[in-house]
């Protein structure tokens, strides 16, 4: 009977032992898989960098300019799913100042705008003003924010244009580019 439990408990003993490793060894692909996509998405990266917390340029914010199909340059951008039937990011009411100043786009030449607030391709406007918005308590339920959408589709155009910390005088350098043709088709 003795060495019946102590079989046991050496067997019990393993199998514990071979099920934290097992989670041990997911954690850490999953962190490798983390680095590798950092890694290719600014091949200006090196190792040291990641491990010293990213260079200015990793993790400075992509620029996106855009040509909205109206002007929704005062409405609060969301970001949908790729099927535009969910909301997958949204922001605080707080969330839309950069100091004391609303964060809203910058206007450019031709008109493209440059966006400071942190939209994407799948973008969405609501139809709450940054002023309305963010004098709110908290931020709306799921539900109001869908049914406050203005346009699930509104942009004509959008380009990534590198990183902010690629830029001295952003909006003057994107003018730039945008009167010589840079973003033509």
């Known amino acids: 009977m003795i060495k019946y439990k102590l079989v046991v408990s050496v067997l019990i003993l393993?199998?514990?032992?071979?099920?934290?490793?097992?989670?041990?060894?997911?954690?850490?692909?999953?962190?490798?898989?983390?680095?590798t996509e950092e890694i290719s998405m600014?091949?200006?990266?090196?190792?040291?960098?990641?491990?010293?917390?990213?260079?200015?340029?990793?993790?400075?914010?992509?620029?996106?300019?855009?040509k909205m199909k109206a002007d929704y340059s005062n409405l609060v951008p969301v970001i949908m799913d790729g099927g535009?039937?969910?909301?997958?990011?949204?922001?605080?009411?707080?969330?839309?100042?950069r100091g004391k100043e609303l964060c809203l786009p910058t206007p450019l030449v031709q008109g493209y705008w440059l966006d400071n607030r942190g939209i994407g391709p799948n973008v969405a406007f609501l139809?709450?003003?940054?002023?309305?918005?963010?004098?709110?308590?908290?931020?709306?339920?799921?539900?109001?924010?869908?049914?406050n959408i203005a346009d699930k589709y509104p942009l004509l155009e959008i380009h990534a244009c590198g990183r902010r910390a690629d830029y001295k005088e952003i909006v003057s350098e994107l003018?730039?580019?945008i009167s010589e043709g840079f973003l033509q088709k």
């Open 175 to 177: 003018n730039e580019k």
């Open 84 to 97: 535009r039937s969910r909301i997958v990011s949204y922001p605080h009411p707080k969330d839309l100042f």
């Open 127 to 147: 139809t709450y003003t940054y002023e309305e918005y963010s004098k709110l308590p908290v931020a709306p339920s799921m539900e109001d924010l869908l049914a």
């Open 14 to 35: 393993c199998l514990l032992l071979g099920v934290s490793a097992c989670g041990t060894s997911k954690k850490q692909s999953k962190k490798e898989n983390v680095k």
């Open 42 to 66: 600014n091949q200006q990266d090196t190792r040291k960098d990641l491990i010293m917390g990213g260079s200015p340029a990793s993790t400075s914010p992509v620029v996106y300019i855009y």
